[in-house]
């Protein structure tokens, strides 16, 4: 099984551990699971293509949280969105990937870093869920131009 899947099955049991009396960390790290779980996923799928095998890990080093938040951010900027010519299916759900993506960050680092901030079991089941969706969704569109234009943008850092 793919890192990216265990992510996502991790935030699954970590949430539905103990749906009556859940655990604030567990309620966290699944928080944070799902978005490791979207981030490894679109990593996976782009160096899936590079063909030198042994560089494989080395390439998916290079992808930066941030770089990959602006590009998604873009993405569900209509007045922003950078590709042209997609089918508006493919298009919805390209844009429905980039903003769990954007989303589940903002979440992450919630969970991981705002102690104030108290989870409760189905705000952290719904994010969780953001993350399956986006699975799902990504499923349906991966081959499509703009999908794989998505995946090269997301490493590409743009010049100001």
Known sequence: MAYHNELLEQAFE?????P???RQADLRRAVSAAYYAVFHLLISETIAHWSLDGSRNALGRMFEHSVMKRVSAKITDSKLFPFTGG???AVENLKTVAQAFGQLQDKRK???????????YTEALGEVT???DAFATWQSIKHERIAQDYL??????TRD
């Open 152 to 157: 090269v943008s997301l490493l590409i850092k």
């Open 87 to 89: 089918d508006p299916a």
């Open 14 to 18: 970590l949430v539905r551990k103990s």
């Open 130 to 132: 953001v993350a399956s």
């Open 20 to 22: 009556a009396n859940p």
């Open 110 to 120: 919630s969970a991981d870093y705002d102690n104030s901030k108290i989870w409760d």
